[in-house]
C-alpha cells in the first residue's frame, strides 16, 4: 500500500525464527546505508537486500529474476505496507542494527518483543503491542485464530496462516542459539511490560566524574567502569517477582502513579517500624496517611504496586547504612568479584551519586575467580572443585588463608590439591620459625635482659636493618591491598634471611653462651623484636597461628594479638653496614657451595667438621672485618684462615683435632671434662 509508484505492488520479504511474534508486527526495518533491490520473479514484485540477492535465489529455488529498480535504504523510510494477517497499515522504519549476513535484509520488527525492535520503534514513536500474557498465552489482541494458545503451539499456528494466504514462501526447520534462563535451562522469550526506570542519562557525566576520584585495584577497573556507565541506557529497577522489597508506589483510580515525597516518607517509616513485609501484611489503605486524598480516586480507593525492586538497587543501596550506623560516608574500600563492575559496583556507583552527588566508596578492589589446574572454571558437575571446609578440617583454617594471600588475587586462580600442599610447606616453615623463636624468648625478661640497638653487635643490627625493610614493605604492600607482595616479602625472609642464615648461626651463641652473656642477650633481643613484629604483620592472614604465638611472647600487652596495632615504618640509615654484608653474602655464598661440594665428595660430612683457607679480595677483607664477627662461628665450621688475594677462593678440608662434647666444634685440645676452652670457661662460671 502507497502513493509513492515506485514502490506500487511490491511485497516485502521478511524471515524469523519466532513466528509466533508475527501478529505483534509493526514495522518492517532496512539499513538506510545498504543497497536495496525490487525485483520480478515470475510476475511478482519483491524488495530485498542486493547482497543477498544470489543467496535467496538459491534458497527460494527462483528460475530467474529481472532486476527493477535499485536504491539505498534510506528511500525505503515511511513506504507503507499491510500486515498480511490483520487489516493494519505499518511504516517502513530505519535502523542500524539491520545487517546483511543473514535473512533477507528487512527485519520483522515487533517493538513489544525485542530490544532493538523496541529501541528503533521508540524512534518512530510506535505502539508497543505485546499479544502473549506473563504465561506465554496470547491474548485477545493476537486475534481469535492465536487466542488462547502457548506461544510454542502459536509457531505452526502462524506458519499455516500465512501459508493459506499463499504468502510464505518458505518455512524449514534448523537449531539456533536461543536465550535460555540460566536456572531451568528452559528457553525464554521477550515481552514489553511496564516497568520503573532510572535515569542514567542525567547522571551520566556525574557518574564518569566520581569514578576518577576513586582508587582502582587493579587499575583497569576504572576504565571497564567508564566504559559500562558511558554505554548504559536507562536502568529498570522494577522485578515481577512475588518476594523482595517493594517498590512504595500507590496508583489512584484512573491508573495514575502516585509520586508524593508525603506518602514515601509515611511508607519509610512503616519499613522503619515494622520491617518492609508491612507492604504486603497490609492494604493500601492502611499503608497511606490518614486521611490521604487525591484527585484520580474520587472515591477513594488505592492500589499498591505489585512489583519489587531490582536486587541490584536494593543492595546497591547498602551505602545507606553507614551514615545511619555512626560511620563515616564513603566507605573505605568496596571488595567484591570481577564480575561485579556490572553489578553491585555499578548499582551502588548510581544510587550513591544520585543521593549524595560522590562515589559511595574511596578504593575499589576486584577478585578474580579460582580455577583448576587446567585452566577450567571449578564446578560440582565437573568435580573439579577444592572443597575449603575439607582443607580446613585437614590443615586449619590458616593454610587457606595463606594460600588466598600468595596468588594474585585481581586475576583468576589456580588451585589443587598439590598448590595446597606447597603452600602447607611454607606454612609450616612459618610455624617452625615461630617456635624456635619462642623456645629462646622463655626466661627472656624485656624489662631487665633487653639490649638496645645501639648496643647490638654488627650482625645484629642488619638483621635489624632487613626486619624493618620488611615492614615498610609489607606495610605499603597491606595500604594497596596487594597480599600477594605481603607474603612474597615475608616468607622469603623468614625461610631466607632468618632460618636459613640467623637462626642456624646463632645457634652457637643461643645453646652455647650463658643466659646473661651480653651477645647472647643481643641476638634474643633481635629476635624479640623480629617475632614481635612479624606476629602483627601476619595477623590479617593467619590470625590463628599468630595469636597462638602472640600469647607466648614475653610481656605482651593484651589479651590477643588482634588488639595491637601494626608495627611502625622505621628508616634505618645504615648504608655502610648493609654494603658490607652484601659483600660478605658473597664469600657466604661461594662458601656454602664449596661446602657442599666438598660433602659430596664425603671429604667432610657436618660443616663443622670442615677448616677453611678463604683466599678474599682487600675490599672481602675490609667489609669482613667492618662487621666484626666471628667467622668461623657465622659460616659454620670449625677453622677458618683468611688471606687477601687477587680473586675469591674457597678451600676445604678436614679440620683436625679433637670434638668438643658441648659445642661439637673440632679444636686443637679439649679439658678433662671434653669441653673445648669456651665451653670449660661457660661451665666453670656456671652459666
Known amino acids: 500500500m502507497t502513493e509513492n509508484k515506485r514502490f506500487k505492488d511490491v511485497s516485502y520479504i521478511i524471515w524469523t525464527t519466532t513466528p509466533w511474534t508475527m501478529p505483534a508486527n509493526l ?81 520483522h520488527t515487533a517493538p513489544g518483543h525485542g530490544e532493538d525492535d523496541y529501541r528503533v520503534g521508540r524512534q518512530y514513536k510506535l505502539d508497543i503491542l505485546c499479544p502473549v500474557d506473563d504465561r506465554g498465552i496470547m491474548t485477545e489482541e493476537a486475534g481469535p485464530r492465536f487466542a488462547g494458545m502457548f506461544y510454542e503451539k502459536a509457531n505452526d499456528e502462524v506458519v499455516s496462516a500465512l501459508d493459506e494466504l499463499g504468502i510464505l514462501l518458505k518455512a524449514q526447520k534448523f537449531d539456533h542459539s536461543y536465550p535460555h534462563d540460566w536456572r531451568t535451562k528452559k528457553p525464554v522469550i521477550f515481552r514489553a511490560t511496564s516497568q520503573w526506570f532510572a535515569s542514567i542519562d542525567k547522571l551520566k557525566d556525574d557518574l564518569l566524574e566520581a569514578i576518577k576520584d576513586v582508587k582502582w585495584l587493579p587499575s583497569w577497573g576504572e576504565v571497564r567502569l567508564s566504559n559500562m556507565v558511558i554505554n548504559r541506557e536507562d536502568w529498570c529497577i522494577s522485578r515481577q517477582r512475588a518476594w523482595g522489597v517493594p517498590i512504595p508506589i500507590f496508583y489512584a483510580e484512573n491508573g495514575d502513579a502516585i509520586l508524593d515525597q508525603e506518602v514515601l516518607a509515611h511508607v519509610s517509616n512503616l519499613f522503619g517500624e515494622h520491617g518492609s513485609n508491612v507492604w504486603y501484611e497490609r492494604e493500601a489503605k492502611d499503608l497511606l496517611p490518614e486521611g490521604f486524598t487525591h484527585p484520580g480516586s474520587p472515591n477513594k480507593i488505592f492500589k499498591k504496586e505489585t512489583d519489587i525492586m531490582d536486587v541490584w538497587f536494593d543492595s546497591g543501596s547498602s551505602h545507606t547504612l553507614l551514615e545511619a550506623d555512626g560511620m563515616s560516608y564513603p566507605a573505605d574500600v568496596y571488595l567484591e568479584g570481577s564480575d561485579q563492575y556490572r553489578g553491585w559496583f555499578n548499582s551502588s ?22 580455577l583448576d589446574p587446567q585452566g577450567r572454571k571449578m564446578s560440582k558437575s565437573l568435580g573439579n572443585t577444592v572443597d575449603p571446609i575439607k582443607v580446613m578440617k585437614q590443615q586449619g583454617a590458616d593454610l587457606l588463608r595463606l594460600w588466598v594471600a600468595s596468588v ?19 606454612y609450616r616453615k612459618i610455624r617452625n620459625t615461630f617456635k624456635f623463636i619462642l623456645g629462646n624468648l622463655n626466661g627472656f625478661e624485656p624489662e631487665k635482659d633487653y639490649v638496645s640497638w645501639s648496643m647490638r653487635s654488627k650482625l645484629n643490627k642488619v638483621m635489624t636493618v632487613k626486619y624493618h ?12 591491598y596487594q597480599f600477594d607482595k605481603v607474603y612474597r616479602s615475608i616468607v622469603p625472609f623468614m625461610i631466607n634471611d632468618l632460618s636459613a642464615f640467623y637462626l642456624d648461626y646463632t645457634k652457637d651463641i643461643l645453646y652455647i653462651l650463658g643466659e646473661k652473656d651480653h651477645e647472647r642477650l643481643s641476638v634474643v633481643s ?26 607466648y611472647i614475653p610481656n605482651h600487652k593484651f589479651e590477643n594479638v588482634y588488639l595491637e596495632n601494626m608495627p611502625e615504618r622505621v628508616n634505618i640509615d645504615a648504608k655502610e ?16 657451595k664449596a661446602l657442599e661440594e666438598a660433602r659430596a665428595k664425603k671429604l667432610i660430612g657436618k660443616s663443622l667438621q670442615a677448616s677453611l683457607d678463604l683466599v678474599v679480595t682487600q675490599k672481602q677483607k675490609e667489609a669482613i672485618d667492618f662487621l666484626d664477627m666471628d667467622l668461623h662461628q657465622v659460616l659454620i665450621v670449625s677453622k677458618v684462615d683468611v688471606r687477601v688475594g687477587d680473586k675469591l677462593e674457597v678451600h676445604v678440608k678436614y679440620a683436625e683435632g679433637v670434638t668438643c662434647d658441648r659445642c661439637w666444634n673440632i679444636v686443637d685440645h679439649v679439658h678433662e671434662d671434653g669441653t673445648c676452652d669456651r665451653c670449660h670457661q661457660i661451665i666453670s662460671k656456671g652459666e
Open 27 to 107: 514495522a518492517i526495518a532496512v539499513n538506510p546505508k545498504m543497497d536495496y533491490v525490487t525485483i520480478k520473479v515470475e510476475g511478482k514484485k519483491y524488495v530485498v537486500a542486493q547482497s543477498l540477492l544470489e543467496k535467496l535465489k538459491d534458497m527460494f529455488s527462483w528460475p530467474s529474476y529481472e532486476i527493477l529498480d535499485t536504491y539505498k535504504g534510506s528511500v525505503l523510510e515511511l513506504e507503507k505496507y499491510v500486515h498480511p494477517l490483520y487489516d493494519r497499515v505499518a511504516p517502513i522504519i530505519l535502523g542500524d542494527h539491520v545487517t546483511d549476513e543473514d535473512g533477507t535484509g528487512l527485519v
Open 469 to 480: 625493610n620488611v615492614v615498610n614493605e609489607v606495610l605499603d604492600a597491606y595500604d594497596n
Open 577 to 592: 653496614l648493609m654494603d658490607a654484608f652484601e659483600i660478605f653474602s658473597q664469600v657466604r655464598g661461594v662458601t656454602l
Open 526 to 551: 633481635t629476635l624479640y623484636d623480629i617475632l614481635s613484629g612479624l606476629v602483627r604483620l601476619l595477623t590479617p592472614i593467619i590470625p590463628h597461628t599468630t595469636d597462638e604465638a602472640y600469647l
Open 349 to 370: 556507583l548510581i544510587t550513591g551519586v544520585a543521593t549524595t552527588g560522590r562515589a559511595p566508596y574511596k578504593a575499589v578492589v576486584s577478585h578474580g575467580f579460582t
Open 408 to 426: 594474585d588475587y585481581q586475576s583468576d586462580v589456580k588451585n589443587s590439591n598439590e598448590l595446597m600442599k606447597q603452600i602447607a610447606e611454607s
